[in-house]
């Protein structure tokens, strides 16, 4: 498989998603294709990460992935998507210009010229506005690390961090705390469904991926990364062969996985 058209895939796949999703985060886009497809929410997340975060060490997704995101994009296949795509191309492709007729006269010959020095006088100018919109952009950048300047805090919402105004006040409309803005914790920590298909132990070295925490109600919360509960502040536990077998449900939420008779 092309990764050209693999990234072109994967591309279309989350704009269809952020237009039938409310939320337009990693996570909400990830749920939504896994609800469309056989695939789980993790792994859509993977494509996320290399081709929409541009997270070059992100490993391609598999034939299977790839064939799942053609089924969700509407298309029989992956071969017919590529068939289909090629044929826009070569539609929207600009003529060729390169031959010219022997017999063609001077003025003609000088209108090429000049065109070809508008368009390199275009393309200058529009290297420079980009370096312009770059330097301003990191002139904001600077101006917000400064003493005073504003600074953005996080709250949790009862499955992901959202970010929120520090001077909303001490608690957010969930009845959640206002705390200062964590990068890793506001991508990495959330609250997530599992089944006994979830990925709990990393392939490479067997250490944990899940995280939980039991609640006074005897439930189990699962989460996706170590640390403290967003809420009380109790330390979250590594999740054990012992929980899984357990507590983690067999089936998953889907009529696919369901014997029937």
């Given at each position: 498989m092309d990764e050209f058209y693999i990234e072109k895939i994967t591309e279309e796949v989350f704009e269809k998603a952020r237009n039938r999703s409310a939320s337009h985060k990693k996570y909400a886009l990830a749920?939504?294709?896994?609800?469309?497809?056989?695939?789980?929410?993790?792994?859509?997340?993977?494509?996320?990460?290399?081709?929409?975060?541009r997270r070059a060490k992100g490993n391609m997704p598999t034939a299977n992935t790839v064939e799942e995101f053609c089924k969700y994009l509407d298309y029989k296949d992956y071969a017919e998507f590529v068939e289909k795509n090629k044929a826009k191309e070569r539609v929207n492709d600009p003529p060729d210009i390169s031959q010219k007729d022997e017999n063609e006269?001077?003025?003609?010959?000088?209108?090429?010229?000049?065109?070809?020095?508008?368009?390199?006088?275009?393309?200058?100018f529009g290297t420079f506005a980009l370096t312009l919109i770059i330097a301003f952009y990191f002139i904001a950048e600077n101006k917000a690390s400064e003493p005073?300047?504003?600074?953005?805090?996080?709250?949790?919402?009862?499955?992901?961090?959202?970010?929120?105004?520090?001077?909303a006040g001490s608690y957010s409309e969930y009845g959640t705390a206002i705390e200062p803005y964590d990068q890793?914790?506001?991508?990495?920590?959330?609250?997530?469904?599992?089944?006994?298909?979830?990925?709990?132990?990393?392939?490479?070295?067997?250490?944990?991926?899940?995280?939980?925490?039991?609640n006074e109600?005897?439930?189990?919360?699962?989460?996706?990364?170590?640390?403290?509960h967003p809420v009380n502040g109790k330390t979250l536990k590594a999740?054990?062969?012992?929980?899984?077998?357990?507590?983690?449900?067999?089936?998953?939420?889907?009529?696919?996985?369901?014997?029937r008779d």
């Open positions: 749920k939504e294709v896994e609800a469309a497809t056989d695939l789980s929410y993790r792994t859509v997340e993977r494509a996320y990460d290399k081709y929409i975060r006269d001077s003025s003609v010959g000088t209108a090429t010229v000049t065109n070809q020095k508008n368009w390199r006088s275009i393309s200058i005073g300047a504003p600074v953005k805090c996080m709250t949790w919402n009862g499955t992901v961090y959202e970010e929120i105004s520090c001077s890793k914790r506001f991508e990495n920590f959330r609250r997530i469904d599992v089944d006994i298909t979830t990925s709990f132990f990393s392939e490479q070295n067997q250490k944990p991926l899940v995280w939980y925490y039991k109600n005897g439930e189990i919360e699962y989460y996706t990364a170590p640390g403290v999740v054990t062969e012992y929980i899984i077998e357990k507590y983690v449900p067999i089936h998953q939420n889907k009529s696919s996985s369901f014997i």
